[in-house]
């Protein structure tokens, strides 16, 4: 059995691997087979006996827990198995703090170290106290934004007559009359001044990431960032000027509303708000939204694509959002945004964890190189698509005569691009008066 999410194969016995002891004792816990190769095999230990005294004390001098050491034997070849299990307190190995993500081993530092060991003691970073806030710093025409919102979508009842130290109450954005962190990030009137990397920059792009062509930057609350930044999208970054309030209304040859819209929020919502700001690039033929902080626990890009439980980096931030009406509590983000590209028939989004942080793209149309590679088309089936895009229609004798290949060949590759692909559509008898174009 090849290396699982929480198992890990060596050979050999190196106390490096306490690194590992620690990743799997602040994640979910693990299992290291100590004696077996990459595959599972057993290959055996010469010094088992040993071992099974010095991997406990080591464990327990060098980590303060206790794990399980079990020898275990199969066909005269011993193997020793050392079960991980969580612990709800944060451990260390010499002062670092490393964690099991997916199948690596990663060590914390920085936010991600903060946002682990405030996890650890039952805190999210939205629900600390900002001690250097007060009233003052809260604007209160974004408040007012909110309530209007909230009553459209009838996610908060009975706010007009509360006060505002009431409503932040109700809101679970103050505790004992201090502003959270989470106040400061939806309803501040300079969220920068506490966190200086509440921002948004947005560029646009040539041909790669080193050609930019001009770039923008926005600042402000939630609320007023979502608003700001598709406005400067829509002012001076799309091809066309769309309407961000209609949300279900899709347009030929452009991003889906409701796509945008969704990507944008579900940055700002479940960001790392101590990392790098949210960077949105804007190419010709694509668009990408990058937010620090990756996957939580439990949920990996696959499942982003089907019916998901809800687990938000930051709940209070997110539950706000929610009674505002501006996101769904049942983490149905990135269906939503795979559901409306498919409706607007452009290709699947891509979702990658990356750098750090989680990133999204979105692709004008089908037909780039880029795209059509990731699709699967063969080198001949590309270019035969781009011939199409600039004569109008091939024929299976045109096919034959570019790529200088049988008709057996041509046939193949042309029902794939019919049938398997769906780029292209046919008319005329099948035959020689058959003749393929762009499917509309």
Known sequence: MP?????????SWHDDYLKWVCGFSNAQGGLIFIGKDDNGKVVGLPDYKKLMDDIPNKIRNALGITVEVNLHEEEGKYFIEIITHPYSVPISLRGRYYYRSGSTKQ????AS?????????????????????????IDEKTVRIFITASEKA?????????????????????????????AIILFGKDPGKFYPSTLVKIGRFDKDDSDIKFQETEEGNLIVLLQAVLTQLNHKFLTRPIDFEGMHRIEKG?????????????????????????????????ISIWNEGSLPAGLTLASLKRSHSSRPRNPIIA???????????????????????????????????????FIITLFKNNLTEEQLIRLGLNDRQVKAIFFVKEKGKI??????????????????????????????????????????????
């Open 107 to 110: 060590e914390l530092t920085g």
């Open 3 to 11: 290396e699982q999410q929480n198992i890990e194969y060596k050979q």
């Open 395 to 440: 024929s299976n004798a045109n096919y034959q005569e570019l790529f200088k290949v049988s008709k057996a060949t041509a046939t193949r590759d042309l029902a794939e691009l019919l049938d398997k692909f769906g780029l292209l559509e046919k008319t005329g008898q099948t035959g020689a008066g058959t003749t393929y174009f762009i499917k509309n």
């Open 113 to 137: 170290l903060n946002e682990f060991l405030l996890a650890k003691s039952g805190k999210t970073w939205d629900d600390v106290i900002e001690s250097k806030a007060t009233f003052d710093d």
């Open 319 to 357: 539950d706000v959002s929610f009674k505002g009406g501006y996101i769904d509590a049942w983490g149905r983000g990135t269906i939503k945004i795979i559901s409306a590209c498919k409706e607007a028939g452009l290709p699947e989004p891509e979702m990658e964890e990356r750098d750090g942080g």
């Open 254 to 286: 452009e991003y889906p509303v409701a796509a945008i819209r969704e990507m944008l929020l579900n940055a700002l919502v479940h960001r790392n708000y101590m990392g790098a700001p949210i960077q949105i690039r804007v190419y010709d033929e694509k």
């Open 154 to 182: 009838g996610r908060l009842p009975e706010n007009n007559e509360l006060s505002l130290p009431e409503l932040f109450e109700k809101l679970r954005l103050t505790e004992n009359g201090q502003l959270k962190r989470a």
